[in-house]
């Protein structure tokens, strides 16, 4: 039981450059989500799917792309990378029963330096 | 504006005391809230998650406490050990927002001394 995996763990990019951080759950959750750490900011909210074929903004969408065409990937898209996306990115995933929500389940994280 | 806050933001112990973090949230409004552990250069594992109709929750040494109408959350620790030390992440899901989406504290992070 892999729950959810982040790849790669460790990326550093040139400002300008695009990449896409990986996602994916084996747990049949529906919701995922993308977050970012930063030091003294906490965890925000990129982006977020309830399901396959529905995605949404979150606090802080800008410079991100997300798409989720199976219920397993939720990749996360840089489209052109700066400094100030250098941060610690992690997916989450979670499910619904009886009109609540379980099962929170976090990656391991990947860590971005953009220089 | 929905925010979290958990004070302090570093805490010190001795091996084996009892001990209490906090949490206090704007709008009571709440559909759930939840306690997150956080080892360095790790990911987030979730510790109890306390549903809107629900008071508290236990699980081993911890139990999280629920108050709405005063906007706080309590993570008690009981006999705590060095391997309890870590950041601890107070997590909200407002009504009206969407399923999963937290707002999240700025953590604790607890130093248990042998």
């Known amino acids: 039981n892999a729950g959810v995996t982040q790849t790669p763990k460790f990326q550093v990019l040139k400002t300008g450059q695009s990449m896409t951080l990986q996602c994916a759950q084996d747990?049949?959750?529906?919701?995922m989500s993308w977050y970012r750490q930063d030091p003294g900011m906490g965890l925000r909210l990129i982006h977020y799917?309830?399901?396959?074929?529905?995605?949404d903004q979150g606090e802080v969408p800008n410079g991100y792309n997300v798409s989720r065409s199976t219920t397993e990937d939720f990749p996360l898209r840089l489209l052109s990378a700066a400094p100030s996306q250098t941060s610690v990115y992690f997916c989450?995933?979670?499910?619904?029963?009886?009109?609540?929500?379980?099962?929170?389940?976090f990656g391991s994280g990947t860590r971005l330096t953009v220089v | 504006k929905q925010e979290v806050t958990q004070i302090p933001a570093a805490l010190s112990v001795p091996e084996g005391e009892n001990l209490v973090l906090n949490c206090s949230f704007t709008?009571?409004?709440?559909?759930?809230l939840q306690w997150f552990r956080q080892d360095p250069g790790k990911g987030l594992t979730s510790l109890l998650l306390i549903q809107s109709s629900q008071r508290e929750q236990t699980s081993g040494r911890l139990n999280a406490s629920l108050d709405k109408s005063s906007g706080r959350s309590t993570l008690y620790i009981a006999a705590s050990q060095p391997g309890d030390s870590a950041t601890y992440l107070c997590?909200?899901?407002?009504?009206?927002?969407?399923?999963?989406?937290?707002?999240f504290g700025k953590g604790t992070k607890l130093s248990v001394k042998p």
């Open positions: 989450a995933s979670s499910y619904r029963a009886q009109g609540l929500d379980y099962g929170y389940t």
């Open positions: 799917s309830v399901g396959a074929g529905i995605t």
């Open positions: 747990m049949n959750h529906e919701y």
């Open positions: 709008d009571s409004a709440i559909y759930n």
């Open positions: 997590a909200v899901r407002w009504d009206g927002g969407s399923q999963g989406n937290l707002i």
